[in-house]
């Protein structure tokens, strides 16, 4: 993939190399590095190292890798190429932090019920999203506009004005421009900046039930303190992060929805503390004495240490609390009613760790015109300077120089800003009034143009490429495959199963215990097809952590659902809930077919067969599916036949191990793997007594252990994990949003890299990235092994530089570890792939890869997401794009463009971004040409008179140049387009010109430089020339020609006409020959100087006319023939597909 990467060091460094390596301990050496042979990894070793590492001890080891990067020349030239900068913002920084310290973050004690206890004061838990305050508005918008030098500039020339001296024209012809950039950038602004405080305000005045001695209390959000017992009701949002100590449902579990917090819209199952959940009355919680011990405040979401402590007890009980029990704010309880302590709020809360301040994003079109006015200003210095030059500096030269300056001013635009503004206005709204893609919104009007330059794409998978509701697709026996097609077989098989298992209970009265025996010895024979569906299906409904949840009917209380067990388990309002939307479309599949999970709590489950029949299962363990194991078990108990049964269910690289040897199920997971389905491999094992008894003795020792607990757990779970019997393989489709393939097959096409960031499973990420088309059927994946250790990543890095166009596929934890030690390397490696997919990705994780990206390739960015984990990434990228969906608003809100399905950001960057950047382009050097050309006219004006400088056009005539005369045909250019919309989305090869940036680049701007100069010489000299005679009247003849051609100007740069752009085109040139009559003082040489006014009939005459129309044509007609000739011998790639 990356042979030309020097992976390997230049000889004068391999003998220090190989003395470092030596001076390793010989186990560690080994240890690290015994993957590879001892010549290999001594090769291999150094990564894109520089000589200067090798010659640091071990102790600097860990700090190499950044240290090319980050070691920069300092000098006048990076001072003066933006150091500047980078120590002004050090200093206000470094002045910041002595104001306002960061609190150190620390463990803390909470006692029940009990603020005041607090030993510490913490943060008010205010939701605050504002970007200013009323102090701060002014100040900040002022600077947000001024670090532009372009408004700098003219707010220097602006108030130079004030200065008789320097006093050119009128105030208004300076001012009146600049004050409307920035009234309407205020307004803009401050109306944003109402809505935030309108959403906060909503967000901190919801109100919530407060427990204290003397009962409940309505407290506001905002007011909540840690410490606090709060009640929050089912659907209700939960306001902080707090411990689950009760709650109403009778299992002493509950449901919570986390969608906004990790983008999974799956249910979540919390687990309330049982010492709490045991008291008998909700006032109890005063009348005990305990606290939490929670751990400091961290980001990682999916993690909890602390300890609930009752004092009053004897003896002192000691709970160990982990993330089960625990509630996340911007969660929301979906069943029953919960009571929490408080023990995170506001900016401690995951959440809001999770989120990052946004920022205000600067389009790079705007950057690129940014650098443009600095050099058309320091055209305008040498300009003035030469000039003076020319004057000899007599006089006061320095007053000369600056009223050059200001003479010359017009150069640099203001009109720029104001136009470029109202552009990005107008493509706002013509997307937004886009038939083919309704509802999108644009919430950030200032960066359209960055859709027409994006490199990178950066997506979530849950929302955004999929709708995350899966579907049962295959079941595999080894000898016989079932599908969608064929499931009515299936169902077959199970009424039957169950009749004659119902038969042959009724007619037979033997006991339990020979029964057994034939159940245990059944696989000792070969088994019918009929009983190995028998067992698999029952193997899917008991092997899983969905609860069955029904819609509370008025009327029907607790204690009648269980004796109207019937009645109530055929309710049609039955929907199932789990941490995974697999689980639940395995049970759903199994209802399908006939057995049905009706009933579950914390001890047992309870099947309906199809004759009605309720089947019990006591659950005995259960042991949870995690992203090390890869794998979920649980043992339970048949209530009817007392047989014990572990059933475990995985993915089948956990799985192929465990089961018992076989030769198909290798084969079939690779074919259910390329057709996009998700596999599951199901087994059994049927347990003695005597064995259960013996494993459970040893488990529980392993669950009290103090050290290496989790290491003992599995290692106990493990000794079951034996032998197993292999019942099935499952393939359950996750559906993708519509049209998702061709998508990224455009996107791709257009030279788009796609990154997936997902917080699932590295298997569920791998298969939506094959069935979504993200990495094609003909490219290898390369899964990125797991890593903790410096060494492991460095092996497997080395590994994945040897691979050759193929996708990435890496885990959050191994990404980390990598980034710590390899930052540079693995970036420069991973930007090289075709796609790349992180898996088990935090929300600060996401938004961290999109600085990367940025900062070490310095393409642009986007982002699109559709939950409230999406958010950072959202506001980091250089685009961020948000997706309405079932995961709500939060990353729609938080986003600079919201759509309301993936497949509409096709039409957004081929069509939009491409009309937005070539629009902007033309338009911002047409404005440039604009002023050039009429300061060109100036500095020849100035030249024949001595280098006086004496303004040639004054007051109203500067306005209106910039305004009335010419503004409507230039602003037309916004309607211009080179391709029809239909030719962009069908080749997105187009969109590739645009990351290029050819549109507007210093060769484009010399080329309209030279063109400016060409033509205001031609202008001024040909005015000169044609009218010796009449010299009086150079102004109206020289200003006359001028309009007219920039009014041809406009016409040549129009690729594509459009009636409005006719319409400005005459409407600006009717403006201007009404004005000649009405405003003909304008029309003098030097109003003082000359006294000289227009003649009006001087105008009207054919001699007139048509020296006017001598001078137009020579100053255009060039340009026409230099645009026809190279249309014809070098045509752009898009005009070859319009012929």
Not at 339 to 361: D, L, Q
Not at 483 to 509: F, K, L, P, R, V
Not at 729 to 749: I, K
Not at 765 to 784: E, M, N, P
């Amino acid at each position: 993939m990356a042979d030309h990467i020097p992976l390997r060091p230049v000889p004068r460094s391999t003998q220090r190399r190989a003395a470092y390596y030596t001076s390793l301990p010989t186990a560690q050496r080994h240890n690290r590095y015994q993957l590879e042979d001892e010549s290999s990894h001594l090769d291999e070793m150094p990564l894109m190292m520089s000589e200067e590492g090798f010659e640091n001890d071990e102790s600097d080891y860990h700090t190499l890798p950044r240290a090319r990067v980050s070691q920069r020349k300092r000098g006048l030239e990076w001072f003066i190429c933006g150091g500047w900068k980078f120590l002004c913002a050090s200093c206000c920084d470094w002045l910041i932090n002595i104001c306002r310290r960061k609190r150190e973050l620390k463990a803390r004690t909470v006692w029940l019920g009990c603020p005041e206890k607090c030993e510490e004061k913490y943060p008010r838990n205010a939701i605050k999203n504002q970007k200013y305050n009323i102090f701060t508005f002014i100040p900040g918008v002022l600077y947000e506009q001024f670090k532009f030098f372009l408004n700098l500039y003219f707010l220097v020339v602006s108030c130079s004005q004030f200065v008789p001296a320097l006093k050119i024209g009128y105030l208004y012809t300076y001012w009146a421009p600049l004050g409307f950039v920035l009234a309407v950038t205020m307004v803009r602004e401050a109306v944003d900046e109402f809505r935030r405080y309108q959403r906060d305000k909503e967000m901190n005045s919801q109100l919530y039930s407060k427990l204290t001695i003397r009962g409940k209390v309505q407290v506001k959000s905002s007011d909540i303190q840690v410490g606090d017992l709060i009640i929050v009701e089912k659907n209700q949002r939960i306001p902080s992060d707090m411990v689950f100590l009760r709650t109403s449902e009778k299992t002493g579990s509950c449901f919570i929805r986390t969608d906004q917090l990790d983008g999974e819209t799956d249910w979540k199952l919390k687990v309330a503390v049982s010492c709490t959940q045991r008291l008998s009355a909700l006032g109890d919680l005063f009348s005990i004495s305990a606290y939490v011990y929670a751990q400091k405040p961290q980001l990682d979401i999916h993690s909890f240490e602390g300890t609930f402590t009752r004092e009053d007890s004897d003896p002192v009980v000691h709970e160990s609390l982990s993330i089960e029990n625990t509630l996340w704010a911007s969660t929301v309880v979906a069943s029953g009613t919960v009571i929490g302590v408080v023990i995170y709020t506001g900016k401690e809360t995951r959440s809001v760790m999770n989120t990052s301040n946004p920022k205000n994003k600067v389009g790079l079109l705007d950057l690129e015109l940014n650098q443009l006015t600095k050099a058309l200003f320091l055209a305008l210095v040498a300009l003035s300077i030469v000039m003076v030059t020319l004057q000899g500096f007599v006089g006061p030269w320095y007053r000369n120089l600056f009223r050059f300056l200001l003479l010359f001013s017009y150069i640099i635009p203001i009109s720029l800003r104001v136009n470029l503004d109202m552009g990005k206005a107008a493509y706002g709204w013509m997307i937004m009034k886009d038939d083919n893609i309704p509802g999108t919104v644009v919430r950030t009007s200032t960066i359209p143009e960055e859709l027409g330059r994006l490199v990178y794409l950066l997506t979530d998978k849950t929302g955004t490429l999929t709708q995350n509701e899966m579907i049962f697709k295959r079941l595999h026996l080894g000898t016989v495959s079932y599908g969608t097609d064929t499931m009515d077989e299936i169902q077959n098989h199970i009424i039957n199963s169950y009749s004659q298992m119902h038969s042959q209970a009724s007619g037979n009265s033997t006991s339990s215990t020979p029964s057994r025996k034939v159940q245990s010895s059944a696989p000792k024979v070969r088994k019918t097809v009929s009983s190995r569906i028998h067992e698999a299906v029952k193997a899917i409904a008991l092997c899983h952590n969905v609860t069955p949840v029904y819609e509370s009917r008025a009327g029907v209380t607790g204690e009648t659902e269980y004796a109207e067990v019937d009645q109530d388990f055929s309710d049609e309002n039955r929907t199932y809930q789990a941490s995974s939307p697999d689980e639940v479309a395995l049970v759903q599949w199994t209802e399908s077919v006939g057995l049905t999970l009706v009933n579950r709590d914390l001890i047992s489950m309870q099947l309906k067969t199809p004759g009605g029949q309720i089947l019990t299962y006591y659950i005995l363990q259960i042991f949870p599916f995690t992203s090390e194991s890869k794998r979920m078990g649980i043992i339970v108990r048949d209530e009817s036949t007392g047989e014990i049964t572990f059933y475990m269910k995985g993915a089948d690289v956990a799985m192929s191990t465990i089961v018992q040897y076989n030769d198909w199920l290798e084969e079939e997971c690779g074919n259910m793997a390329r057709e996009g389905l998700r596999t599951l491999v199901v087994a059994k094992k049927s347990l003695t007594e005597e064995q259960y008894q013996d494993f459970e003795n040893r488990y529980n020792q392993a669950k009290l252990s103090i050290h290496d607990r989790a290491l003992k757990v599995a290692a106990a779970v493990e000794s079951l994990e034996r032998e197993m019997e292999l019942l099935c393989l499952t393939g359950v489709e996750d559906q993708l949003q519509a049209d998702v393939r061709p998508t990224l097959e455009m996107l791709r096409n257009a030279g788009i890299k796609i990154w997936m960031l997902t917080g699932d499973k590295l298997e569920t990420a791998t298969c939506i990235a094959k069935s979504s088309h993200l990495v094609s059927r003909t490219q290898d994946i390369h899964i990125f092994r797991p890593v903790i250790s410096r060494g492991e990543a460095h092996l497997e890095l080395n590994a994945f530089r040897r691979k050759h166009d193929c996708a990435l596929v890496i885990s959050g934890d191994s990404l980390e570890v990598c980034l710590k030690y390899y930052e540079h390397e693995f970036v420069e490696l991973a930007c090289q792939c075709p796609a790349v997919v992180c898996c088990r990705c935090s929300p600060t994780q996401k938004a961290h890869i999109v600085k990367l990206l940025q900062h070490h390739t310095g393409k642009r960015t986007c982002a699109i997401g559709d939950g409230g984990n999406d958010v950072s990434m959202i506001q980091a990228a250089d685009c961020g794009i948000g997706i309405e969906g079932k995961e709500g608003k939060q990353a729609s809100l938080a986003a600079d463009f919201s759509i309301t399905q993936f497949k509409h950001i096709g039409r957004l960057l081929m069509v939009h971004g491409r009309n937005s950047y070539k629009r902007s382009a033309a338009l911002g050097q047409f404005v440039m040409h604009r002023g050039l050309i009429i300061s060109t006219m100036q500095a020849v004006f100035s030249s024949v008179f001595y280098f006086a400088s004496v303004p040639l056009y004054q007051g109203f005539l500067m306005v209106g140049y910039a305004t009335i005369y010419t503004m409507f045909p230039v602003f037309s250019l916004v309607l211009d387009q080179d391709v029809k919309p239909e030719m962009a989305l069908l080749y997105p090869e187009l969109y590739k010109d645009l990351t290029k940036g050819r549109s507007l680049s210093f060769k484009t701007f010399f080329i309209w430089v030279l063109i400016s100069i060409y033509q205001g010489g031609i202008l001024m000299y040909g005015a000169l020339l044609l009218f010796e005679s009449e010299f009086v009247h150079v102004v109206a003849i020289s200003f006359t020609a001028l309009i007219l051609t920039e009014l041809l100007m406009v016409a040549l740069t129009i690729r594509t006409w459009h009636w409005l752009m006719v319409v400005a085109e005459f409407f600006s040139l009717g403006c201007y020959v009404a004005s000649l009559a009405f405003l003909n003082e304008y029309f003098g040489i030097g109003r003082v100087s000359f006294g000289a006014f227009l003649d009006v009939a001087f105008i009207t005459t054919v001699t007139f006319l048509w020296k006017v129309s001598a001078i137009t044509v020579v100053s255009c007609l060039p340009l026409y023939i230099l645009k026809y000739l190279k249309r014809k011998f070098s045509p752009p790639s898009y005009s070859k597909l319009t012929l």
